[in-house]
């Protein structure tokens, strides 16, 4: 299972995924900055990657959500107003529930994950945010 990473999440944000063994594709590795996100979402369909991106507003863009049905994309769009690195110990500590969500899901879909509310407790203590449906 591979994940395509959105340029919105830089360049930590994969790093540390591969880092932790989750298999990855990174934005730059197959575009330019500027390409539009029909054009990796229509890729990311014929690859079957999974889709990760910090960008909330693809839901509300008709272009883009249509290329996201279109394609036959799984989306996952991280939640939370906080930096990639705790977006990223977010993912790694939640991707036993994004694997049971994509067995139990049929693409397209687009999903968002969200952080632990519990997370800001104790940083130390590994805790796994939620997976739920949005399209």
């Not at 968002?112 to 203590?125: C, D, G, L, Q, V």
Request: proline residues 2%; aromatic residues 12%.
């Amino acid at each position: 299972m591979k994940f395509f990473t959105d340029r919105d999440l830089g360049k930590l944000f994969p790093k540390l995924l591969t880092e932790s063994g989750i298999k990855d594709i990174r934005h730059s590795d197959y575009f330019k900055d500027n390409a539009s996100d029909q054009e990796w979402i229509s890729m990311a369909g014929k690859k079957g990657w999974f889709c990760l991106s910090h960008n909330k507003k693809i839901r509300y863009i008709s272009t883009q959500k249509e290329a996201v049905k279109r394609s036959r994309v799984g989306l996952f769009l991280l939640v939370g107003h906080t930096d990639n690195r705790e977006l990223a110990k977010n993912f790694i500590n939640t991707i036993y529930k994004v694997k049971r969500f994509i067995k139990k899901n049929k693409r397209p879909f687009i999903a968002k994950i969200y952080r632990s509310s519990k997370m800001h407790e104790n940083p130390n203590i590994k805790r796994s945010g939620d997976v739920k449906l949005w399209v």
